[in-house]
């Protein structure tokens, strides 16, 4: 069984409402970037997302992810103009032919805003609401939930990882709180592949459990990504069996929320995990 440190709880995302708790929730990654790590240029245009989005859709995704800067490691940074221009006419086009909710994947708060406008129902920030925190004020301004990411520059850490990372969140949850974002809104992600290494990562994963006590639901985003890559010496097309493995620990570790690429495969996998670990007689 998956040991919460809260009920399961609606989250409210505009004309949405998913249900945390009951079963593991899957969130499609759509990239309207031509520079990501995995997929970078094969949806940038407003047609090939839409298509890719509603191909999800079907497979099962609960919620469609879109960010409009790569967040890879050595990645340049996207001014807000451009970041602007891709994500929000393929928010507009989804609200058009999808009826599922919407995250926008952005730490900007004037991209955040304009996504919401569009008819974004989340805030996805990889950032915690610590690179700009009047992104906090636009969450509570639409009243809907957040995800916050642990980030950082580098991979120093003064004291043990998770301890500090529970730090970072409690920055993170402060500023959401003060800002006005309702507790019940708030959905934590540790990050895995950002300001960590590839032992720091896998300690995250083996430990994951411990931000239970943090006391909000957890979102895990490893679909493809290096921790896999270099653990198996594998392409990033070719990570699909490591994703679906780590997907697996995490939901027994607690995560509600996994974030992938290869969504009918993963739900399969989330299903049957859950038919175990969520199982109450």
């Not at 642990?150 to 730090?167: F, L, P, V, W």
């Not at 959905?187 to 960590?196: C, E, S, T, Y």
Request: hydrophobic share 40%; glycine share 8%; net charge negative.
């Amino acid at each position: 069984m998956i040991k919460k440190s809260y009920e399961n709880r609606t989250l409210m995302c505009r004309e949405f409402d998913l249900e945390i708790g009951a079963r593991t929730l899957i969130m499609g990654i759509l990239n309207v970037t031509p520079d990501s790590f995995s997929d970078g240029g094969n949806f940038n245009n407003v047609g090939h997302a839409l298509n890719h989005a509603i191909a999800m859709v079907k497979e099962g995704a609960d919620i469609i992810d879109v960010g409009g800067e790569s967040t890879r490691p050595g990645s340049d940074e996207v001014d807000e103009k451009e970041e602007l221009k891709r994500v929000v006419p393929v928010i507009q086009e989804l609200k058009r032919f999808i009826n599922k909710p919407i995250s926008i994947d952005t730490y900007k708060a004037n991209v955040a805003e304009a996504a919401l406008e569009a008819g974004a129902n989340i805030i996805n920030d990889v950032w915690g609401f610590q690179r700009q925190p009047e992104i906090a004020h636009v969450a509570a301004k639409y009243n809907v939930p957040v995800i916050l990411m642990h980030n950082q520059s580098g991979t120093e850490y003064d004291t043990d990882i998770i301890e500090a990372m529970k730090a970072f969140f409690e920055v993170s949850v402060n500023i959401a709180l003060e800002a006005g974002v309702k507790k019940e809104n708030i959905i934590l992600d540790p990050g895995i592949g950002f300001g960590k290494n590839l032992e720091q990562n896998i300690e995250v994963m083996r430990r994951l459990d411990e931000f239970q006590s943090l006391g909000y639901p957890i979102l895990l985003g490893i679909s493809r990504k290096s921790i896999i890559g270099k653990t198996l010496d594998l392409p990033t097309h070719d990570r699909l069996e490591g994703t679906i493995a780590l997907n697996t620990l995490g939901i027994q570790l607690g995560a509600e929320i996994i974030r992938v690429h290869d969504i009918k495969e993963n739900v399969k996998a989330a299903k049957m995990v859950d038919a175990v670990v969520r199982y109450e007689r």
